[in-house]
């Protein structure tokens, strides 16, 4: 650890919160602190900057990694390797660096430190009351149900689905007349995916269409769609839920959904196929 006693005091009593002090230098900064109430009070704001940013750090990271930059990273190509020490360093350095947890981390810390750096910068006071991080409103929709849903059927062998592929003319009249809508079984075998069946879901209290599909990785994706009263036609809504990746989008009064692993890069090319046959 560095001599930090040439420094600001207020350098000197972050490191002091950071643990990046000497030992002698740390008794010195604790004597400050219990005997000069400017050093205390500028010592509190630190601790309350630092907790706050911790805090806003660690809600940042519960944000989901946006489906795109899953699929540009599980597009990328693996670093070479090379011969020397350095390189191979800089190489495991970088491939670190495009996992999706790093980048979010890195980008918060970007953020977090910024804005307590220009706060504490421009002398901003801090009140001393329990910080409480301001949160929108959590509201559950009808993906919410299915990405639950397909995390348990989606573990399924022998009951993976209610109706088996071999009767795909009468799923197509049981979903028919139990949701509303009419549909044609898309034809996915082009892109790997093999036909497995289907079920019906209940979602917000409506039933819901479940198309499934094996792909090649042996994982589960699902097609499934309802009614819900609207008219509008919109573009597609990446979404991810966890492990539970969504692609949705509505044509007419019907809402429908593509999903599967949040790791699937090929989520929205899918969904985009599903809408032209459908």
Partial sequence: MNDLRKQPLDVRLSALLDGEVQHDEKEELERLIATNSEARELYDRLKRGSEIGNIAFEEFLKEPVPLALVRKIKKTEPPQQNASRSNGLRSHFVSALMQPQAMAACLALLVVGGGIGYFLGAGSYVPDVPVQMAQAPVQKNWLDDIAAYHRVYAR??????????????????????????????????????EFKGARLLVAQGKPVAQLLYRNQENDIIAICFMKNGDSTDDGFDETIKDDIGLVSWHKGAVAYVVVGPSSEATLTKIAEKVSTQI
């Fill in 156 to 193: 399924q062998q022998r009951h993976l689905a209610e109706v088996p592929p071999s009767e795909a003319d009468h799923i197509v009249s049981w979903l028919t007349d139990s949701v509303g809508v009419g549909f044609k079984l898309p034809d996915l075998a082009p892109d790997g995916l």
